[in-house]
């Protein structure tokens, strides 16, 4: 089956395409010998236009607009190291601003260049084209995700159309990456390289021919994948109809003469990619897909600086680099022809490449450019005082100890005052392995060891209600240690039983009374005839400061009468045969 599609363009579609603004003779483009590429217009090819020469970083007051940060910080220490240096921890910020734009110098060479050329003194350059759109590429093989050091597709994004625009860009890297970027930056040829790619429009000049396509190779060709609903860029739909023309799956017949090969098939290719793909937005783009396609851009803007800013032949392309598109389902059978006849509207892509270079030689001793900052600052430091549980205390939660707070008041010197407290119980001991933190943070603490300085007190709630609150004390050490505030102590019973007896005493008893934090505590025991007084003794809990208890002794006699005696011991003996008189 053959198909036939016939494209004229008339007069209709030319005074469209005029009338939306620029129209350049896209085919009728000279390059002067500094480089400049200049473009006469249809309605006036005495009026020129040119594309932008350079691109840079921005210049203000003869400084770069770049600066390259390495903040360093203190790192933790996770393990216990018998060297007294350890790597600290950090990174690198880079930011810079770039532009593309054109020295005025250069544009009066190129048209003095063009009037002697054409031998036409009117001939004039009227300022820059104004770009359809525009994008801006990344590259770098250390700013990345991977410790592999290749060329890799950074990012890219939209771009100004006119020229003078500028662009701010920035990347944050750990503390490797920043080393190898500042070691890069001091070569010749630094790691970070920067790519526009800016699309024009112009018209094409006349020319007449056709276009035979064989669709079934085309849809099986493994130039875009094989398959429908392939993504793919720029780059890689030129390269894969460059294949089909070369494989004679598309075959072009020019009539005339002196018609330009290459921009006709520009227009050739503007017509094929309309029928076989749909363009996307890159973050559409699944993936897996894109990954490749980021591979593909990689290598092209690569290329573009392996050839000194040309891809190709020249530096101006019909198709880009990072648009995107989306493959088709063709539903062409057969053998199609098309026919071109006229001027065409057409697209080309100008692509400016620079890299960063040796900044480095030039402006490493300028802090505004380069610098090196600790992150230590007293404002944003915080002090951790820890609480430390003493293991005794573990057994004491079990059976006297209820919990334990502790405030932290720190007095600062802008006047402000910092109370900050934490409770401590059974779970929060076992939990906590014997360190809990307490931090407060720095109020105009300009004296760092006074800063230090701080108060502490604590209350303890014990089983059975009873309760103690320290004074606050002061303290600077960077840990509280808690002890329980009171101690064990034994009191002893001895006496000569069978003087008791003599002395007709039937039952002795003894009572200690003794005060723990404001509660009244008291015990008492008898003993008779035949008891073993090792057996009959006391073991009570008394505050850390104190050692006397109140005790008094009760004897009963087999008549019935009693006597009874008071005294206080601060030793942990009573004696109970010293009867009164």
Not at 456 to 476: E, L, S
């Amino acid at each position: 089956m053959k198909n036939k599609i016939i494209i004229i363009l008339g007069a209709l579609f030319l005074m469209c395409h005029l009338g939306m603004g620029q129209d350049l003779l896209i085919n009728q483009g000279h390059r002067s010998e500094n480089g400049l590429w200049c473009f006469p217009l249809l309605s006036d090819t005495t009026q020129y236009l040119y594309l932008p020469a350079d691109a840079a970083l921005v210049m203000e007051d003869s400084l770069p607009k770049f600066s390259f940060m390495r903040y360093i910080l203190e790192k933790p220490s996770t393990e216990a190291s018998s060297s007294a240096l350890s790597q600290a921890d950090g990174g690198g910020i880079l930011h810079f601003l770039v532009q593309y734009d054109t020295p005025k110098g250069m544009i009066q060479q190129a048209e003095e260049e063009l009037r002697e050329t054409y031998e036409n003194e009117d001939i004039k350059i009227r300022g820059p084209v104004v770009f359809k759109k525009a994008r801006y590429t990344v590259i770098s093989s250390i700013v990345n995700e991977d410790n592999v050091r290749t060329n890799r597709y950074l990012t890219s994004g939209e771009a100004p159309v006119l020229e003078g625009s500028k662009i701010a860009l920035a990347f944050e890297m750990d503390p490797i990456k920043s080393k190898l970027l500042m070691e890069s930056l001091k070569m010749t040829t630094s790691d970070i390289s920067v790519a526009f790619e800016l699309t024009f429009e112009g018209i094409s000049d006349h020319f007449e021919a056709s276009m035979e396509v064989d669709w079934n190779e085309v849809k099986n060709s493994q130039s875009f994948g094989g398959k429908a609903n392939v993504y793919v860029v720029s780059a890689e739909v030129e390269a894969g109809f460059e294949k089909l023309r070369k494989n004679n799956n598309i075959r072009l017949d020019i009539r005339g003469s002196n018609t330009k090969m290459e921009a006709l098939i520009q227009v050739v290719y503007d017509k094929l990619l309309t029928l076989m793909f749909e363009p996307v937005i890159k973050d559409d783009v699944p993936k897996e897909d894109n990954s490749n396609s980021e591979d593909f851009i990689t290598d092209a803007v690569t290329g573009l600086f392996e050839t000194d800013g040309a891809l190709g032949s020249g530096n101006i392309l019909g198709f880009g680099l990072s648009a995107h598109y989306k493959q088709k389902d063709i539903n062409f059978q057969g053998t199609g022809t098309m026919d071109f006849t006229g001027r065409f509207p057409s697209e080309r892509n100008h692509f400016l490449t620079f890299n960063l270079g040796n900044l480095y030689q030039e402006y490493g001793q300028d802090s505004l450019i380069f610098r090196d900052v600790p992150m230590w600052d007293p404002a944003f430091q915080q002090r951790a005082v820890y609480v430390g549980i003493d293991g005794s205390l573990e057994r004491e939660f079990e059976d006297m100890i209820e919990g334990v707070t502790v405030w932290i008041k720190k007095q600062h010197a802008n006047d402000d005052i910092t109370l900050k407290d934490v409770f401590v119980n059974k779970d929060k001991f076992s939990e906590s392995e014997g360190r809990i933190p307490i931090i407060y943070l720095n109020h105009g603490d300009t004296d760092l060891d006074q800063w230090m300085n701080y108060e502490y007190k604590t209350i303890w709630n014990f089983t059975g209600g009873a309760k103690f609150t320290t004074a606050y004390k002061p303290d600077a050490s960077s840990m509280i240690n808690l002890y329980t505030p009171f101690k064990r102590k034994a009191i002893e019973l001895e006496g000569d039983l069978d003087e008791l007896t003599q002395a007709d005493i039937k039952v002795t008893k003894v009572k200690i009374e003794y005060d723990f934090f404001g509660e009244t505590q008291s015990h008492d025991v008898k003993i008779r005839q035949g008891d073993a007084l090792d057996e009959k003794s006391f073991e009570i809990t008394l505050p850390n400061d104190q050692d006397e208890i109140n005790y008094t002794i009760t004897w009963f006699k087999k008549d019935g009468s009693r006597m009874e005696k008071q005294g206080t011991d601060q030793y942990g003996l009573i004696f109970i045969d010293d009867l009164p008189e």
